[in-house]
Structure formats: C-alpha cells, structure tokens
C-alpha cells in the first residue's frame, strides 16, 4: 500500500461531508481525513474478508460499504491481495503485544518461555485471530496466497528469533548452532499456537484457562528438554517429511 497520501474525488467528498458536517473548500483533504478514509476501507474489508470469505469479497462490495467509488479505492490498493495484506497486517498489528510490553522476561529459562507461551496464546485466540485462521484453513486451497500474506505479517517471525537468541543466550552450547537454534524455536511456536488454535476454531472443544495454562506449563518442559538433547546430537536437524 503506497503511504502517500491520495486524493479523494468529488463524490466521496460530499459522502464525507454529508457524515461529517464539515466543509473543506478545495483541494487536497486533510491528512487526518486521508487516514480516517484508510480506516473505513481496512475496517470495512476486514469484516467482509472474515464473514463472506476471501473469495465472496469484491472490490466493488468494499466500496459500496466503505462509501467510495472504485477510482478511489484503486488509489490506495493495487488488487485484493494488496488488500487483503494489508488487512493481515492491521489484524496481527491489533492482537500483537502492546509497544513497551516485555516480551523476554523472568527468572530462569523455564519462566520467561513460560511468560512468552502465554503472550502467544493470548495474541492467537484472539477472536479475530480465530476467524483470520478458519478464514486461511477454509480457502488455502483456492488461493494459497494467502498463507503466504499471513506467514509474511504474522508475528511468528519475531518470535522465533527472539527465541533463538534467547537460546543463544541462556544455554551457550556450541552444538546449539544458529540453525538448530531457528529449528528448535520454530517448533516451540507451533507446539504453543497449534492444538489450542485449532480447538478454538472449533476442531475440538476450546481449552479452558486452567487448561492452557498447563499445556503452555508441558509445551516449555518438553521443549528444554529437547533442546538440551538437540545441543548434544551431531548433524542438523531436519523438518519432518509431509
């Protein structure tokens, strides 16, 4: 999405005026209008994305409820899936930890990747979380693109590195290389996110608190112990084959 700012066409601006109250006498519209309009359009296509379906979403249904003509849509999204990333984006941006939050800290290894698994589990079963989820699950197949726009803004990216580094850190074995460190970290969000993930997008029956807080509790042990297995093993690891 082009961060510049755009202008609005004659017809929108009298939409934005009729719900306003305001009158602009000309030229271009204010910045904070410009950032109002981009809202409406995310959150508009947001909820279209998660109820209709990624297929069943047109660019013609965003501007209709959006209150814009497709002329200015188009000047701020090249197609729907620059769309649909950058609502991607806005989701993971919304149930991401607030700034300033610490997301590494405790007293041993055991209690900041037990603090960090729940950090996950509170961003990723989220409502919206939940329904970006069974959206992607239910049309991967017609449009595997969008797994790829959810894996390039998610925020299991950071996570993976700041684990490796954490790692790095509190275990300083020499076997423990770079590689198995991104390995053994990767594995360490999907343990946390999948089963619990899944349950609440109605695979299963969702977890209740007591319950999460115990998976988070096994998924920590039964990664620093293999951690501490993988820092003694010779050769890389290898993903399992599908």
Request: some cysteine.
């Amino acid at each position: 999405m082009d961060g510049a700012v755009q202008p609005i066409d004659g017809a929108d601006r009298n939409r934005h005026r009729a719900r306003t109250g305001k009158t602009r006498h000309g030229g271009r519209p204010s910045r904070k209008d410009a950032l109002l309009l981009g809202e409406r359009i995310l959150e508009v296509a947001t909820d279209l994305f998660l109820t209709e379906g990624y297929g069943a979403t047109t660019i013609e249904a965003v501007a209709a409820r959006a209150g814009i003509s497709k002329r200015t849509f188009y000047h701020r999204f090249e197609h729907k899936t620059a769309l649909f990333a950058a609502v991607v984006h806005r989701i993971i941006e919304q149930i991401r930890p607030r700034p300033g939050v610490p997301l590494l800290e405790g007293s041993t290894l055991h209690d900041i990747l037990r603090r960090f698994a729940g950090l996950i589990l509170r961003s990723a079963l989220t409502p919206r979380a939940i329904a970006l989820y069974r959206l992607v699950t239910g049309e991967s197949a017609r449009f595997p693109n969008l797994l790829r726009a959810v894996y390039e803004e998610g925020w299991s990216q950071q996570a993976t590195a700041l684990i490796g580094d954490l790692l790095a850190r509190e275990l300083r074995a020499p076997q423990l290389t770079p590689e198995r460190r991104n390995f053994a970290a990767g594995q360490f969000v999907d343990m946390v996110i999948t089963l619990p993930q899944r349950r609440a997008a109605g695979l299963g029956t969702p977890m209740t608190p007591k319950e999460l807080d115990m998976w988070a509790d096994g998924v920590v042990r039964l990664f620093l112990n293999g951690c501490r297995g993988l820092s003694e093993a010779s050769g890389r690891p290898t993903a399992p084959s599908k």
